[in-house]
């Protein structure tokens, strides 16, 4: 693992670091928020999956989460949205697939299933790394995300409920085999059977099994993507449909940009703060 930067900022550190990952075989980023409470003991950790064409950049220079980090004594941890460089064709040409637009899915058509291997990146590997050199409570871990990393955040929760104390989103990508975005990926990275889409579409993994607490979803009511990509009242609807709790909230005025996010940061950090 190598520190690529390293900037004070709120009394703590961000850092960035790189490293070989076994998982996506090549080499991955990840940028990490340590508080200054983190200098004296270890701290739960929150994990934010960001959207299409992010890096491990986009949230810690946007979102301004890192003043509540240090308030509610948590560490940030924001990993890149793919690999990059891997050598397979395409995979620069378009901006809603291959590089910064993994999905947050395991592959498993050729050529993308030798390196788009995010789920299991996130889920298994990264929270290892992050445990090992950082001193974070590794039993008390939560998840969130944008757009994409929304839809990332919640399927990682919903499929590992014991792994995570809480999960929320904001404008997730909430039904992604209904919406193209998820239809391009989902065929390109996991093959023509839509049955195997299933277990990565949050509205579908609710359906037959639960998150244990309530999951918390902002949603800006100007969002551009809205209608046609991110579709919550279809995730609200299998959610009152299994008895899921949730909290969807539609905020006027708002439209899918980190503005929106920062906007309501600090209300995400409390609600894993809370539950952390």
């Given at each position: 693992?190598?520190?690529?930067s ?14 070989a ?6 080499p ?35 979102a ?41 899915v395991?592959?498993?058509?050729a ?32 998840i ?28 997730p ?9 998820g ?69 006027p ?24």
């Amino acid at each position: 693992m190598d520190l690529v930067s390293q900037t004070k900022c709120f009394g703590g550190s961000i850092e960035v670091y790189s490293h070989a990952s076994i998982a996506c075989q090549s080499p991955m980023k990840f940028s990490i928020y340590l508080p200054p409470q983190a200098k004296a003991r270890s701290l739960p950790v929150l994990y934010f999956l960001s959207g299409l064409t992010c890096t491990e950049e986009n949230f810690m220079a946007k979102a301004g989460a890192q003043q509540f980090a240090a308030k509610y004594g948590l560490i940030l941890v924001a990993p890149d949205t793919s690999p990059r460089n891997t050598g397979i064709a395409g995979e620069d040409e378009d901006w809603d697939f291959g590089t910064g637009a993994g999905f947050y899915v395991d592959a498993t058509a050729a050529p993308w299933s030798q390196h788009y291997r995010m789920y299991s990146y996130i889920v298994d590997e990264l929270p290892e790394l992050i445990g090992e050199n950082f001193p974070v409570l590794r039993d008390r871990q939560s998840i969130t995300g944008h757009s994409m990393g929304g839809h990332g955040a919640l399927i990682c929760a919903l499929r590992n409920p014991d792994r995570y104390r809480s999960v929320s989103a904001f404008a997730p990508i909430c039904a992604p085999i209904q919406c193209q975005w998820g239809q391009k990926a989902f065929s390109n990275y996991l093959g023509a059977n839509q049955n195997d889409w299933r277990s990565y579409d949050a509205s579908e993994l609710v359906r037959v099994g639960q998150f244990p607490g309530s999951i918390l979803i902002d949603q800006g009511s100007e969002d551009k993507f809205l209608a046609n990509q991110l579709l919550p009242t279809v995730f609200q609807q299998a959610c009152a449909d299994v008895g899921q709790s949730l909290n969807l909230r539609i905020q006027p005025g708002y439209d899918h940009s980190y503005y929106f996010i920062a906007s309501f940061i600090e209300d995400h950090i409390r609600f894993h703060a809370e539950m952390l």
